[in-house]
């Protein structure tokens, strides 16, 4: 994968401030996006599509888990393994 985690963090800010109503230029690598409310169950599926969109990746489904969106530090380290 070419994105950086800045490009990562950036599509997931936007998202979150377009759809849920959120500040999202609040969130940080470490910022725990589920625990904090800025993403949902249902989010998570969305922003799982957008991502590939945003950053041109093609995923399997069913590769990124709820888990993977604990914070962007952890999905920017699946996103990695997922497309080595």
């Known amino acids: ?32 996006l589920l625990r904090d409310g800025y993403l949902d169950s249902f989010s998570v599926v969305s922003l799982s599509t957008e991502i590939e969109q945003a950053l041109k990746l093609s995923l399997p489904s069913g590769t990124l888990l709820p888990e993977d969106f604990e914070s962007v530090q952890v999905l920017y380290d699946r996103l990695i393994e997922a497309t080595s």
């Open 1 to 32: 994968m070419k994105a950086s985690i800045d490009e990562v963090k950036n599509v997931i800010a936007a998202f979150v401030t377009r759809t849920r109503g959120l500040d999202g230029t609040k969130i940080q690598a470490d910022t725990e």
